[in-house]
């Protein structure tokens, strides 16, 4: 700068010239790093050869937790990087839920594949911002590939885009966005929605996610504007009570302009019926959206076509490859039947931006909320070229297989009653034997009981399942996305929770005939 400038000039000290010597504070040299990696992989090595070994679950409170990182005041000198690398794998994972475990079902969170942990490395070496094309070329074509690949294995057209982001939330609302530019009017840009003169509706069924009251108040729509399309007894949207609904609603004067379906449900993995709403969505001119975030991948097994077939006609799907792809979180994406979409609904143009537009170069920051942006894709795209579809076809095939095994267990013992069988997720509850209860204390019992028992088997350690509310029955739910679970870990799971359920009723039964 010079004394012409008008702007502001911060002025360093002019007489201390800064030597390289100056990155000794955070810089690892060449054979410190090759040193240090190679003792860091050692270990996660080890401690992936024993992961049997371990309890799935840990222990400790918060306070407990607290007690074993540095003093709270804010470090004001630096540490050996050997020493702190050293001890960070086994605070880790003396502390961590271990999801990678064979023993653990728990919600949709799946084991993650090594390769993705050497992919993260490699991806926080190379640091590219894969917000513009020109900071990350051959970041961008990556993305864009694996993008087209998740597409493939969903079955939607040719020509289709999309975005990695963070999640299945945030791939659900970029949708939920896509689909707000898509069908309302352009003026809400700048006028917002208060400016709006009727009621614009969204439609989804109760068993989808919670990510739809979130974007419908975040996005100004309010909670309000979603409707609840009553489900069958599977659990699924019921398609006549939404035609009903979307006639009905319009005789009203309202504007219908967004339908969700879900392709995997969280509590029991129930598939909507798609097809049906995809038709019903081009009827009534919907923007129609697929949370496939943990069952969209399913729609790639021949054997699942049916159940899935709809999913090609979809307006924007959501999914997850941090769940049934293994990646190590977070990855989510967003696909879009029509490639102006995402750029239509995120892209602004501020001066500053001097990105070449050339039409073959992606600026990824212009198809989603963020701007500055990681890479994401690389590990997916590694699990993809490492598996292969068929790979991932044996994979998904398996965990379903294994959820229908622990099903079948279920149903045949006298101890347990099965519930339901979707997907990879198989729910049920712990019944003693010979309970002398009926009705609405017989439920009232299971329930208090069945939530006492998911509290002891997370304390044992040696499984993880989470529950699921259906009915009102308060149920245990495996969801097994976890390409380590064999046969026999889930063969060993009925007599691993039924032991401690007939320690707790046994202790319960006492307590009663003791109050009598
Ligand atoms: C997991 C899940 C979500 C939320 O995804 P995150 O990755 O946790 O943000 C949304 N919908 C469905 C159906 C899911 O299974």
Same mark, same amino acid.
């Given at each position: 700068m010079t004394d012409r400038s008008k702007g502001s000039v911060d002025r360093g000290p002019k007489d201390t010239p800064l030597t390289a010597a100056r990155s000794r504070a955070i810089e690892l040299g060449?054979?410190?790093?090759?040193?240090?990696?190679?003792?860091?992989?050692?270990?996660?090595?080890?401690?992936?050869?024993?992961?049997?070994?371990?309890?799935?679950? %840990?222990?400790?409170? !918060?306070?407990?937790?607290?007690?074993?990182?540095? #003093?709270?005041? =804010?470090?004001?000198? /630096? +540490? $050996?990087?050997?020493?702190?690398?050293?001890?960070?794998?086994?605070?880790?994972?003396?502390?961590?839920?271990?999801?990678?475990?064979?023993?653990?079902?728990?919600?949709?969170?799946?084991?993650?594949?090594?390769?993705?942990?050497?992919?993260?490395?490699?991806?926080?070496?190379?640091?590219?911002?894969?917000?513009?094309?020109?900071?990350?070329?051959?970041?961008?074509?990556?993305?864009?590939?694996?993008?087209?690949?998740?597409?493939?294995?969903?079955?939607?057209?040719?020509?289709?885009?999309?975005?990695?982001?963070?999640?299945?939330?945030?791939?659900?609302?970029?949708?939920?966005?896509?689909?707000?530019?898509?069908?309302?009017?352009?003026?809400?840009?700048?006028?917002?929605?208060?400016?709006?003169?009727?009621?614009?509706? %969204?439609?989804?069924? !109760?068993?989808?996610?919670?990510?739809?009251?979130? #974007?419908?108040? =975040?996005?100004?729509? /309010? +909670? $309000?504007?979603?409707?609840?399309?009553?489900?069958?007894?599977?659990?699924?949207?019921?398609?006549?009570?939404?035609?009903?609904?979307?006639?009905?609603?319009?005789?009203?004067?309202?504007?219908?302009?967004?339908?969700?379906?879900?392709?995997?449900?969280?509590?029991?993995?129930?598939?909507?019926?798609?097809?049906?709403?995809?038709?019903?969505?081009?009827?009534?001119?919907?923007?129609?959206?697929?949370?496939?975030?943990?069952?969209?991948?399913?729609?790639?097994?021949?054997?699942?076509?049916?159940?899935?077939?709809?999913?090609?006609?979809?307006?924007?799907?959501?999914?997850?490859?941090?769940?049934?792809?293994?990646?190590?979180?977070?990855?989510?994406?967003t696909i879009v039947r029509d490639p102006a979409i995402l750029p239509g609904t995120f892209a602004y143009r501020p001066p500053y931006y001097h990105f070449d537009e050339e039409e073959a170069e992606t600026n990824f920051f212009e198809y989603s909320l963020q701007n500055t942006r990681g890479f994401r894709a690389l590990k997916v795209w590694l699990g993809i070229r490492q598996a292969g579809r068929a790979g991932y076809e044996e994979l998904l095939r398996g965990d379903i297989a294994l959820a229908r095994e622990l099903y079948d267990r279920m149903q045949g013992r006298p101890d347990f009653e099965a519930f339901t069988h979707g997907l990879s997720i198989a729910t049920f509850r712990y019944v003693p034997e010979h309970l002398d209860l009926a009705g609405s204390e017989r439920e009232k019992y299971l329930n208090e009981l069945n939530e006492a028992l998911l509290e002891a088997v997370k304390k044992a350690g040696e499984l993880f399942v989470s529950n699921a509310v259906l009915g009102g029955a308060f149920v245990l739910r495996a969801c097994i996305v976890n390409f380590r679970t064999t046969t026999d870990d889930v063969r060993a799971v009925p007599d691993l929770i039924a032991k401690h359920g007939k320690k707790l009723h046994e202790s319960r039964t006492e307590w009663r005939k003791r109050g009598e």
């Open positions: 060449p054979e410190e790093f090759r040193r240090l990696g190679k003792e860091l992989v050692d270990r996660l090595a080890d401690i992936q050869a024993g992961i049997r070994e371990r309890p799935v679950t %840990v222990h400790g409170t !918060p306070a407990q937790l607290g007690a074993l990182l540095p #003093a709270p005041a =804010l470090p004001e000198r /630096g +540490t $050996d990087p050997e020493a702190l690398l050293a001890a960070l794998p086994d605070l880790l994972f003396d502390h961590s839920l271990l999801n990678g475990h064979p023993q653990f079902y728990g919600y949709v969170t799946s084991s993650a594949t090594p390769t993705g942990a050497l992919a993260e490395l490699l991806a926080a070496s190379v640091n590219a911002n894969v917000g513009g094309w020109q900071l990350s070329p051959i970041a961008s074509e990556i993305e864009k590939q694996t993008v087209d690949w998740l597409r493939q294995m969903l079955g939607m057209p040719n020509g289709s885009s999309g975005v990695f982001v963070s999640g299945g939330n945030m791939a659900n609302m970029v949708g939920f966005m896509a689909g707000v530019r898509a069908k309302m009017p352009e003026s809400i840009r700048k006028k917002g929605l208060a400016s709006l003169q009727k009621k614009w509706l %969204v439609y989804a069924s !109760p068993e989808t996610h919670t990510w739809i009251q979130k #974007a419908a108040d =975040l996005f100004g729509h /309010g +909670t $309000d504007c979603v409707r609840a399309i009553p489900v069958d007894d599977e659990l699924r949207a019921d398609p006549v009570a939404l035609a009903s609904m979307l006639r009905e609603d319009r005789e009203q004067g309202h504007r219908p302009f967004l339908l969700i379906a879900t392709a995997g449900t969280v509590s029991t993995g129930a598939v909507d019926p798609l097809d049906e709403m995809a038709t019903l969505a081009k009827e009534h001119d919907l923007w129609f959206h697929v949370d496939g975030a943990y069952g969209g991948f399913a729609a790639m097994l021949p054997e699942q076509r049916d159940r899935f077939r709809g999913l090609e006609r979809a307006d924007s799907v959501a999914v997850d490859p941090h769940k049934w792809l293994y990646a190590p979180i977070e990855a989510g994406c």
